[in-house]
Nanobody, 127 residues
Framework: QVQLVESGGGLVQAGGSLRLSCAASGRTASSVTMGWFRQAPGKEREFVAVIKWNDGDTDYADSVKGRFTISRDNAKNTAFLQMNSLKPEDTAVYYC????????????????????WGQGTQVTVSS
């Protein structure tokens, strides 16, 4: 079992920055690939970014490429999402999610492939 706890959400003006954190705990927390998803009101949950735990391989949604950066601190089993140049359309609840890295050889971008989810953190970008 893996538990995920997000932090770092809040209210920011357009063009500003926020940094989200996701702390993973549990006996097998070091064996997971971690991703970020977001869900705006009335919309489906969408992929944002993902990072593999062992080699740091990453993937991003086109809508955030060049603005968001995912990283991780293996020693602390924590993943980060640095969000720069935020836009009002980035407003959503952001979720951290994870799956065991050995399950898939390629990075996964669909929610149904993720086994563990955090509770979500609200990000609001004002215009």
């Amino acid at each position: 079992q893996v538990q995920l706890v997000e932090s770092g959400g809040g209210l920011v003006q357009a063009g500003g920055s926020l940094r989200l954190s996701c702390a993973a705990s549990g006996r097998t927390a070091s064996s997971v690939t971690m991703g970020w998803f977001r869900q705006a009101p009335g919309k489906e949950r969408e992929f944002v970014a993902v990072i593999k735990w062992n080699d740091g391989d990453t993937d991003y949604a086109d809508s955030v490429k060049g603005r968001f950066t995912i990283s991780r601190d293996n020693a602390k089993n924590t993943a980060f999402l640095q969000m720069n140049s935020l836009k009002p359309e980035d407003t959503a609840v952001y979720y951290c999610a994870a799956y065991y890295s050995r399950t898939f050889s390629l990075l996964q971008t669909t929610p149904q492939h993720y086994t563990y989810w955090g509770q979500g953190t609200q990000v609001t970008v004002s215009s």
